[in-house]
């Protein structure tokens, strides 16, 4: 597609249940990359992807956050066992050309309550 | 360890007036340096960015930043604001891992 997607755009969940959120990367992107965006924070880190390569995962939270990118384009981030402290905007980010090419789609908005 | 720092959390100003945001970051070598901008309910728009070369950068918008070695800065200007700009501005720094590390943002108003 034309630029990067998020969905759903935004989720309401209960405490406790497991969520999964997609992006779909610009095709032809290799890398991939999964941000949070708490209310009042900055960016943190999640996860990267590029291409076949091991994901580097030294920004998941802890062991109720994974992600996995099937065929080399779609991902998917999954949290289990939402805790409250979960709310906050998912981004994900695809690029080609390494650091200076970085789309951001708009997000998804997941609220815990 | 990379981090940067944007001292304000919020800055207003008057349309058509100069608006100077603030970012310092922490890197080792020499880092590539980012900012971006973020409207209500969107993702991250790339506004400029700094690898090398001139110091001062040209962005989309209108929007210039000029990377200061001595200072560890990459301030963001513009000469002239529109109320359009009201939004989030983020500055980021990349290594060579291609992770980014982003400020907390500066919140801009522009009021008329």
């Known amino acids: 597609g034309a630029g990067v997607s998020q969905s759903p755009s935004n989720k309401v969940t209960e405490k406790g249940k497991d969520v999964e959120l997609r992006c779909d990367p610009i095709s032809g992107h290799t890398a991939l990359y999964w941000y949070r965006q708490s209310l009042g924070q900055g960016l943190e880190f999640l996860i990267y992807f590029q291409g076949n390569s091991a994901p580097d995962k030294s920004g998941l939270p802890s062991d109720r956050f994974s992600a996995e990118r099937t065929g080399g384009s779609v991902s998917t981030l999954t949290i289990q066992r939402t805790q409250q402290e979960d709310s906050a905007v998912y981004l994900c980010a695809s690029s080609f050309q390494g650091v200076g090419g970085y789309t951001f789609g708009s997000g998804t908005r997941l609220t815990v309550v | 360890a990379q981090s940067v720092t944007q001292p304000d959390i919020h800055i207003t100003v008057s349309e058509g007036a100069s608006l100077e945001l603030r970012c310092n970051y922490s890197?080792?070598?020499?880092?590539?340096l980012f900012w971006y901008v973020q409207s209500p309910g969107q993702g991250l728009q790339l506004l400029l960015k700094?690898?090398?070369?001139?110091?001062l950068v040209q962005g989309i918008k209108g929007f210039e930043a000029e990377f200061k070695r001595s200072q560890s800065s990459f301030n963001l200007r513009k000469p002239s604001v529109h109320w359009s700009d009201a939004a989030e501005y983020f500055c980021a720094v990349a290594n060579t891992g291609n992770q980014f590390y982003f400020g907390t943002g500066t919140s801009l108003t522009v009021i008329p």
């Open positions: 890197y080792g070598a020499t880092p590539y």
């Open positions: 700094y690898f090398s070369g001139d110091t």
